[in-house]
């Protein structure tokens, strides 16, 4: 069992920047592919970005391409999103996911998820 505690959502004004972090706690983080998803009332969870076990590779939903960087540190039991030029439509509740990096973008595949953070973007 993985347990992922995420942290850092918070209310932001378009355009500014917000970090979220991801707890792993579990001694095999690095053997897991990460992810992060987020969901909005009423909507399918969707994927937004992806980073294998050793953090070379990374993969990102075409709508926080150049936006949003994710990252890990291994040594902290640590994964990273962070987040600038916000826009209203980010808001959203972002979920830490650990999985398979060939199914990594789909959320049926996921094999451990956190509780979810709230970030919040005013207009």
């Known amino acids: 069992q993985v347990q992922l505690i995420e942290s850092g959502g918070e209310v932001v004004p378009a355009g500014g920047s917000v970090r979220l972090s991801c707890a792993a706690f579990t001694p095999a983080f690095g053997s897991y592919s990460m992810a992060w998803f987020r969901q909005t009332p009423g909507k399918e969870r969707e994927f937004v970005a992806g980073i294998t076990p050793s953090g070379r590779d990374t993969h990102y939903a075409d709508s926080v391409m150049g936006r949003f960087t994710i990252s890990r540190d291994n040594g902290k039991n640590t994964l990273y999103l962070q987040m600038n030029n916000l826009k209203p439509e980010d808001s959203a509740v972002y979920y830490c996911?650990?999985?398979?990096?060939?199914?990594?973008?789909?959320?049926?595949?996921?094999?451990?998820w956190g509780q979810g953070t709230q970030v919040t973007v005013s207009s």
């Open positions: 996911a650990a999985g398979g990096w060939v199914d990594i973008t789909w959320p049926q595949k996921i094999h451990y």
